[in-house]
Nanobody, 124 residues
């Protein structure tokens, strides 16, 4: 398995940009996919974006298409989530997660390893 550490969260204003990082360590050869999820207070954790560790295919939730971009740097074992045109409804704790097999990329149950999360707060 791998270990995941998120960073880059903070407090920003609506319309600002932010880049989150997910540092991956451990048995990276076992990885299939890295996903980003978020959880707002009182809400369920929801899928944001995912990227295939091998060939780099990307997937997005409809609510973030065009504003958020997921990418990876395999030489640095890091996955990024570039967020632009942030809105107050983007406020949440953002988690990266690792999947070791194919499956529905948007399902939390397909991800076995999770980071500790990083808080993103967008003020209006």
């Amino acid at each position: 398995q791998v270990q995941l550490v998120e960073s880059g969260g903070g407090v920003v204003q609506a319309g600002d940009s932010l880049r989150l990082s997910c540092a991956v360590s451990g048995r990276t050869f076992s990885l299939y996919r890295i996903g980003w999820f978020r959880q707002a207070p009182g809400k369920e954790r929801e899928f944001v974006a995912a990227i295939s560790w091998g060939y780099g295919g990307t997937y997005y939730a409809d609510s973030v298409k065009g504003r958020l971009t997921i990418s990876r740097d395999n030489t640095q074992n890091t996955v990024y989530l570039q967020m632009t045109s942030l809105k107050p409804e983007d406020t949440a704790v953002y988690y990266c997660a690792a999947s070791y097999y194919s499956g529905r990329y948007q399902d939390t149950g397909n991800y076995r390893t999770w980071g500790q999360g990083t808080q993103v707060t967008v003020s209006s």
